[in-house]
């Protein structure tokens, strides 16, 4: 009675092993297979995701949180009856009688809302409440009167209550690209900087690198004229003094040249224009703190950071550099490298910021 069990059970054991055997080799040969396509395909994919960010970068994110959404709600039950950790944690708080001493305090602005401020990245449609006129607007809102009257075609600022405007996030225009545009004409038209359009962050292109346009794209262009407006329209021209004359917090300006776009809230920096190959200084006293050479780095390219205590300066877009991590700087005499055109640039400039504590601030103070 005895061998027959035990013969059964050895056959069993090499059933099931042989079983084994051939689920192994049956995923092997399944994964084997969804590699040789991934690897083929691989290639389509990166250009879909990314070079056509600006096409099927949304669909593509709210399909993903539907996914994700989705087998959430499908294991929840599962989860919950694995880990009832709510329903123990439910059972051991305190039941509370009419006789207890203690009571909750609640401040007087428990029902109140706290506002986030957070960036804008369309046009929105706001209707004229009684009191406003169009420089309250604008400053409501943080742009130009111009760019509330260039937007809605207004020919004076009269406004009425109920009146409905188009309020851009930035000073600037509202464009349609039409076929042959590119932001280098879009912006000549428009009397501003291609770089300006490239560095709205909420600007999509149908490539990144090349910064390729759809018609019939809207675009935002900050500080854009409208044509009509430019023979009237005088902009300022601020110079960079170059690395001279030390400022009372220890900095100079790494270069000379015209500041071709300032600190705002989606570019928390300064942009010098200047000459290709033109020396950049140290801004700060300080030790390199890295170096980035022929890379992409973010859009920042070829870069020198520099830091002195808790303030860390940039110094990005360059052609290359002078100096390696760990060495030592002097602010206005030290060459950290020359003006370039690497990364996200649409011209020779420097993109300098200033960073304390880790947190990205206005250079300008800094340097005056």
Known sequence: MIKPSLNSFVAGVSDFAKFCQFLFSYFKKKIVTMSVIFEANKNSLVKLFTMKRGRYNRPFMHVAAMGFLGIGVIISPFLADTYPIFENQAS???ISSSNS???????????????????????????????DTLSTIAEKFGISTETIRWANDLSNDNIAVGDSLKILPV????????????????AKKLDTEAQKIVDFPFNDFANPETFTLVEGQMLIVPDGVRPAEQPTFRRQIYIASGPV???????????????SQFASWYHMAIDIATAYGTPVAAAQNGVVSSVSVGTWDGGYGTNVRVRNGDVETLYSHLSGVNVSAGQT????????????LT???????????VRKGGTLVNPLPYLQ
């Open 245 to 259: 004359t030390i400022s009372g917090l220890g900095f100079t300006w790494p270069v000379r040249g015209v500041i």
């Open 92 to 94: 051991n708080l305190p």
């Open 101 to 131: 001493k203690e009571s909750i305090s609640v401040s007087s602005d428990v029902f109140q809302t706290v506002n986030s401020v957070k960036p804008r990245d369309r046009i929105l449609d706001y209707t004229v409440e009684r009191g």
């Open 171 to 186: 000073t600037g225009i509202a464009y349609k690209v039409a076929k042959g545009d590119s932001v280098y004409s879009i």
């Open 329 to 340: 700087v002097v602010a206005g005499s030290t060459v950290l490298g020359w003006i370039g």
């Open 343 to 353: 990364g996200r640039t649409t011209g020779s400039h420097v993109h300098f910021e």
